[in-house]
């Protein structure tokens, strides 16, 4: 079985500005670093379509939809929120993005892929039902989510996520849903200031103190992820991967390492093969140091192309 890549030119025309951390050299370094290594011809490659309305009403309001577009400038650079902003070309990459958890769903559940990767921005799991923020728009995990619980051929998905930053959209989108789980290792406390004392049946929480590393992370994803995991045998994994927990981004304290990402994604492999047919979408979230992030991805592909 093979591993698809699913990207699209627009995902590097969105830009929000010279000094922002979330730029489009992210995608070049990635891609560069695959066609290096030696890695990018095992890969399926496919161009993403954009998310259609429907797909992205799954999980987003109309109202907030058209919000968007209404924002959406002619020329230049304007921000929804101080680390959000968007030029003429961003809500049409936002798109694609969505639409590339979507691609790739479609391929993995019609079997012409064992599992995908959405190299794609902007991100996604910081926007929230009814709102932008934290680089996001769309929930690109989201909709592919709904996407596949839409299609009938899965009634239960689990949604991990590694990037350092807690996936508050993702949670606020699904929580107390019976048919997602949601587990998320974060910082903490750290962006978006997550509460902790929130509870949410099918949530499952990790926060990791600054200042650690590996060790630490694999706990939480032992004892905390694993565990809900088995009970809850997902029928498709979705995983937003997110590396800018990497020791060497400063965007972060912790001290992951490829290694650590490696590890994560051969358990959630091994998972996915009991529970899920070895089903496993997953979709890019941060990562800003540019070596750091392509030397990630490429350990994070190696395992799924296993």
């Known amino acids: 079985m093979h591993t ?16 922002h951390p979330e730029a489009p050299a992210r995608l070049a370094a990635i891609e560069d ?13 496919y161009e993403a379509p954009q998310a259609t309305r429907e797909q992205l009403l799954r999980v987003h ?43 790739a769903v479609d391929l993995v559940l019609a079997g012409e892929v064992q599992n995908a990767f959405c190299g794609v921005r902007p991100p996604g799991h910081h926007a929230e039902r009814r709102r932008a923020m934290g680089f996001c ?9 709904a996407h596949a619980l839409a299609s009938g051929q899965v009634q239960r998905v689990a949604i991990v996520d590694f990037d350092v930053h807690h996936g508050n959209g993702t949670e606020e989108i699904f929580h107390h849903s019976e048919q997602v789980l949601f587990c998320s290792s974060f910082q903490h406390p750290f962006y978006p200031y997550t509460d902790l004392n929130f509870r949410a049946p099918n949530v499952v929480h990790a926060p990791i103190p600054a200042g650690l590393g590996g060790e630490a992370f694999r706990v939480a994803v032992d ?8 009970r809850f045998a997902p029928q498709m994994l979705f995983i937003s991967a997110g590396f800018d927990g990497h020791r060497d981004d400063e ?6 390492t490829e290694d650590d990402y490696a590890w994560a994604t051969r358990v959630l492999h091994a998972l996915a093969a009991e529970h899920a047919d070895g089903r496993i979408v997953s979709v890019l979230e941060g990562g800003y140091d540019l070596p750091a992030l392509a030397r990630s991805v490429r350990a994070h592909l190696d395992v799924l192309l296993s």
């Open 137 to 145: 728009f769309y929930n690109n995990v989201a909709v592919g989510a």
């Open 251 to 256: 965007m972060s304290q912790l001290c992951l």
């Open 4 to 19: 698809a890549y699913i990207s699209h030119p627009l995902c590097r025309e969105h830009d929000a500005g010279p000094w």
């Open 61 to 103: 309001d109309a109202a907030y939809l058209d919000a968007l577009d209404l924002r959406s400038p002619e020329h230049g650079v304007i921000h929804v929120d101080p680390d959000t902003a968007m030029n003429p070309l961003t809500l049409e990459a936002a798109r694609h993005a969505a639409g590339a958890a979507v691609r």
């Open 223 to 230: 004892e905390a992820w694993l565990p809900a995991l088995a």
């Open 33 to 45: 670093h695959l066609i290096a290594t030696g890695l990018d011809p095992l890969l399926r490659h």
